[in-house]
């Protein structure tokens, strides 16, 4: 699969010749087909030198697929694809990087038992005179790239420690490694908390005035406005349209991507709040967080702001059993309980929805029932030990419809879902449990603008049937419109507690960076 | 209008059209092709049929029987994610044991002379109840400790099969009851094969505990967070595998009507053979019994096909060899190609 083609090579060769074509890399008239589905049909897409183009559409819009069809893992089933103005056919990942398309992925791929270095510079490592890998070069250039794009992380800690935005982190500075012409970017700011996204923004600015074209997918419609140059719209696999990102709306966009409009963002509800549900009192996690006190109530929704590293993920997994604390405890109803594993949480009606759906979420190469329904085989529809089918396939199916999981059958295999949708499936897995408590670890991940609001909307009727509801988020607008309360961390203590009513991203920023 | 699509085609799947072909058809084919190939090689070589030989048939799976059993287990384990390295010397072990409880009155050198003449469940439950005890051990070393199956099943397939010779010191077990061999006469141990099979077929496929064990083999974190006690589960599967293990063993004793320490060398490999040849994935989470069953018919057919043409034991054995390893380049290839489209 490594090998270059020929035809490639002297395409790169020639592009030499013609240093300006007018566009980087384009596609006209691309299809492609999985068993089932259309994921592109007749769709085309430019890219200028030095610009930032978005990429926006609804989830399973083929946003992933053509850009995969770009970084030479899928061919296309028809159409052509230009590099600099020459005819190429791209046959594997490698082919692509070869001729300086780089792409940093959706989903994280970094090898959790390699130190950060080893992997940025896998199957490039440099070596010494005796050809073994030389670590200590390895270590300059990899100070180097963190230099200038100023990353702090350490190059020889093992990816395993990392956080899931640390570890986006370094995806982007190996993806920048390559120093390629083209750069695609599938949803790198999922994961990363404001910081570290003004950060990244730094970075393609860099880029970008260096000449390189940057695709960069979003379901968030204010770094559109932000670092977009000019955007696509892609809606069930067909092409839309292009403009320049300042001479739309907001609402101009959500009707191109989901061709109707999109009346209310945050569906926040004002509910009775109850007695309280979930009582936390100094819980700590030793080297990770300290004394965590809190209450949530039936009904309320708190939300949990912070930076990366804040230990917002590490207390989920604490409440959660995932990883037991050192010392505190929790009370749920009023009663003391010692939640050692997830099995004790989940059979205290507790759920939680994880950050990182690729490692805690997707049972990848099982189908979308056997994904959806393995939390609440717990304690219902079996009787005997026996699956109870019908009555399970039954509640997977409305789940799937009512959260609008874009899939042929519930027998299609979660890896082959889009991103949003694997989210979709996961909160599904979750809800069908019908918790009390339920923690959410960036539940909208990933998700589109549509399914956004309508998740929102399932939670929001969940508070208001006495759900507890803790949501961790990075996106503050999401925080500020659907908490009752904030509780914000930083470095593993809780620095403060805001009301609905005198929150701001200010006060949040302010409480959260201290 | 997503909704729709994903209702409209979710119906059709329920009557069954949504769900792919089954893999074992492939490995059905297989099967039917290996057969056919040695039907014609007898007619040129040996000058009469292959199949159209009951006997030679019923002789055929007589002998993967035993095999047949303990790869029933061995694919739940493997499809957990892990290995079963001591199926084989469980299957000697248990063979002793049960054999040193069945031995009738008639014979001079009982083991234990004031224990003749048990009434067959004794024996077959004692087989039985070292089976899962072995399985218990490779499964809470496996669960607790965190050493790896390959590891801990290691250990018990070098101490249970110390444990077979140390017994009798070398001396094989014999003089066994009637109602005992009765287990391993005429065709009861295929009997025994094909109920253990569906017992496991239905609960893999049906039964919660089936579910979790998928889950398990892929993704195990995400299983754990998903509410599965993995460590409790892990143990059960092994367990199971221990008591099937056992089971093969007293059916083995019973069929030779005596018990030897050597019994059941390397059938932990022919185990894992026939699961990996019906399509179980080393990788874990994927696997079928009903493939497994195919898979152990397949390693039949080829040794009986091989003795019908007179081929050297040792070349057979090369032969096989090469054959397990082509089925484990067809997984990996089969796991590349999934993320290649
Ligand atoms: N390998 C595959 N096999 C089968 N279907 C696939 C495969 N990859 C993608 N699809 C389907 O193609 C469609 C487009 O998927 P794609 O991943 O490109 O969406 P996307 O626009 O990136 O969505 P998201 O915003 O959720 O990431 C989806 O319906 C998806 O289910
Ligand atoms: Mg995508």
């Known amino acids: ?514 | 209008m997503n909704t729709n699509l994903a209702a409209e085609t979710a119906g059709n799947a329920v009557s069954g059209s949504g769900r792919r072909l089954p893999q074992e058809l492939n490995i059905f084919f297989i099967l039917i092709a290996i057969a056919l190939i040695f039907e014609v090689l007898g007619w040129i070589f040996a000058g009469q049929s292959f199949l159209l030989n009951p006997q030679r048939l019923t002789i055929m799976i007589l002998q993967v029987s035993v095999i047949g059993i303990i790869s029933v287990g061995v694919t739940q384990v493997i499809i957990t994610g892990g290995i079963d390295l001591s199926s084989g010397s469980v299957v000697g072990m248990t063979a002793m044991i049960a054999a040193g409880f069945a031995q009738s009155s008639t014979w001079a050198r009982a083991i234990y002379p004031s224990l003749t003449d048990l009434p067959a469940i004794v024996p077959i439950a004692t087989g039985l109840i070292i089976g899962v005890l072995a399985g218990l051990i490779n499964g809470a070393l496996i669960a607790y400790t965190r050493i790896p199956p390959f590891i801990a099943t290691l250990g018990m397939m070098v101490s249970a099969r110390g444990i077979s010779k140390w017994y009798t010191k070398g001396q094989p077990v014999s003089g066994l009851t009637e109602q005992f061999n009765f287990i391993g006469s005429s065709v009861a141990p295929v009997v025994v094969f094909l109920v253990v099979a569906l017992i496991f077929h239905i609960a893999l496929r049906y039964t919660r505990y089936g579910k979790f064990t998928y889950a398990i083999g892929a993704n195990v974190q995400a299983a754990r967070v998903s509410g599965i006690n993995v460590e409790a589960h892990l143990l059960k599967v092994y367990a199971i595998a221990g008591l099937l293990a056992g089971l093969a063993g007293v059916v083995t004793a019973a069929r030779a009507q005596t018990a030897q320490s050597g019994m059941g060398v390397m059938y932990e490999l022919d185990a894992i053979a026939a699961a990996v040849i019906g399509g179980t994935s080393l990788s874990g989470g994927v696997g079928r019994i009903t493939g497994t069953v195919i898979g152990t018919i397949i390693l039949g057919v080829m040794t009986s096909g091989f003795t019908f043409l007179r081929v050297d034991a040792y070349y057979q054995e090369v032969i096989k060899g090469m054959i397990i390893v082509a089925a484990v380049v067809v997984d990996v290839y089969r796991q590349k190609a999934r993320r290649k489209v």
Request: charged letters at 25%; proline letters at 4%.
């Open chain 1, 1 to 514: 699969m490594t090998t270059i083609s020929p035809a490639t090579m002297a395409a790169v060769r020639a592009s030499k010749a013609i240093p300006n074509a007018e566009y980087l890399l384009s596609a006209e008239g691309v299809r492609k087909e999985f068993p089932g589905v259309v994921a592109l049909d007749d769709v085309s897409f430019r890219l200028r030198r030095g610009t930032v183009h978005a990429l926006m559409g609804e989830n399973g819009a083929g946003k992933s697929t053509l850009m995969k069809i770009l970084a030479g893992i899928y061919h296309p089933d028809e159409g052509t694809i230009k590099l600099k103005g020459v005819d190429v056919r791209l046959q594997s990942p490698l082919d692509a990087l070869e001729n300086g398309i780089a792409m940093i992925h959706q989903e994280l791929n970094l090898m959790p038992f390699m130190t950060v270095a080893e992997n940025i510079w896998i199957r490039r490592e440099p070596k010494n005179r005796f050809g073994f890998v030389d670590h200590s070069e390895m270590r300059r250039m990899t100070a180097k790239l963190f230099e200038r794009l100023k990353i702090k992380i350490d190059p020889e800690i093992e990816v395993r420690h990392l956080s899931v935005a640390s570890r986006q982190m370094v995806e982007i500075a190996k993806a920048v490694s390559y120093e390629s012409d083209v750069l695609i970017m599938d949803e790198p700011t999922s994961a990363l908390t404001e910081t570290e996204v003004g950060h990244l923004f730094e970075i393609i600015g860099d880029l970008r005035s260096h000449g390189i074209g940057i695709v960069y997918i979003t379901h968030k419609m204010n770094e559109l406005f932000e670092i977009a140059d000019e955007f696509s719209v892609f809606r069930d696999g067909k092409y839309i349209g292009t403009h320049s990102s300042t001479d739309v709306t907001r609402d101009d966009i959500i009707k191109m991507m989901v061709g109707r409009e999109i009346t209310q963002m945050f569906p926040k509800e004002v509910v009775p709040i109850g007695d309280t549900v979930l009582s936390v009192k100094n819980l700590t996690l030793n080297d990770v967080f300290y004394d965590i006190s809190f209450d949530v109530r039936a009904g309320e929704i708190l939300g949990v702001a912070g930076l990366v590293g804040s230990g917002r993920s590490n207390v989920a997994e604490t409440l959660f059993g995932v990883t037991p604390a050192s010392s505190g405890s929790i009370e749920i109803n009023g009663k003391p309980i010692r939640i050692d594993s997830p099995n004790t949480a989940i059979r205290n009606r507790m759920a939680f929805l994880t950050e990182d759906r690729k490692d805690t979420g997707c049972l990848l190469i099982l189908d979308i029932l056997e994904n959806m329904q393995v939390a609440v085989l717990q304690d219902q529809f079996v009787k005997g030990g026996f699956v109870k089918e019908k009555q399970a396939y039954a509640a997977c199916e409305e789940m799937s419809r009512k959260l609008r999981v874009k899939t042929p059958n519930l027998y299609e295999r979660i890896e082959n879902l889009s991103g949003g949708n694997q989210q979709k499936v996961l909160i599904g897995r979750w809800l069908l449990t019908n918790p009390r408590i339920l923690i959410l670890d960036e539940p909208t991940r990933g998700i589109d603008v549509g399914a956004k609001a309508e998740i929102h909307r399932f939670v929001t009727e969940l508070a208001r049937d006495g759900v507890a509801v803790i949501m961790i988020s990075s996106e503050l607008p999401e925080v500020l419109g659907m908490s009752d309360r904030i509780m914000v961390m930083h470095e593993g203590r809780v620095t403060g507690f805001l009301d609905r009513a005198e929150a701001t991203q200010i006060k949040i920023m302010e409480l959260a960076a201290r």
